[in-house]
């Protein structure tokens, strides 16, 4: 018996495999995928409280961006709405996911399979609210195309109160 050698992959080349994975998502994102605003914050620019480690007053905390940004999928899921000590007041959380590639080109990085504290900072737009970012998961088997990986993003509306220092943001704080 005859045993036919093949390339890695199971019945193309790896390689081959990859690129048509990459094509793939990408054509399901232009047609069922959406996008968000991606704002990233500007350590540099940014001047902080001496007592309260946050944006100062008068000059807030300071993003770049707003950019366009391709994922695959941005759910928003709106709070309860119940009484509280608060009022009725409800804070809306967002689930967005990407593939790595996605993240990759945005400028998401680097290596944001090892190190996400970078961009927990950063500010998602979606369907005219703006969401802080709480986590960021990034999911799936490891391979050194990253090809198998998507990257998660969970995220906590900002009430326009809490955007009011925020000169980058004055259009969402009125």
Partial sequence: ???WRRSRGRFFP???????MDVDIQAYQEQMGTTVL???FDFDDTQFN??????DRINGKRFKGPIRLPVLSAVRIPAERRPSDEGMYGIDTIDVR????????????PELDLNTTPHLNDRVGYEGRV???????VTGQY???QTYMIIRVNGRQLRPDEMVFDPDFAAYSG
Avoid: C, H, N, V
């Avoid at 001496?50 to 944006?55: L, V």
């Fill in 98 to 109: 990407m593939s790595y590639e996605q993240a990759r080109r945005a400028g998401l990085g």
């Fill in 50 to 55: 001496e007592t309260y480690d946050e944006g």
């Fill in 14 to 20: 790896t390689r081959y495999e990859t690129k048509r």
């Fill in 38 to 40: 991606w704002w990233f």
């Fill in 1 to 3: 018996m005859t045993r």
């Fill in 143 to 145: 391979d050194p195309t």
């Fill in 131 to 137: 969401f802080e970012i709480r986590d960021i998961l």
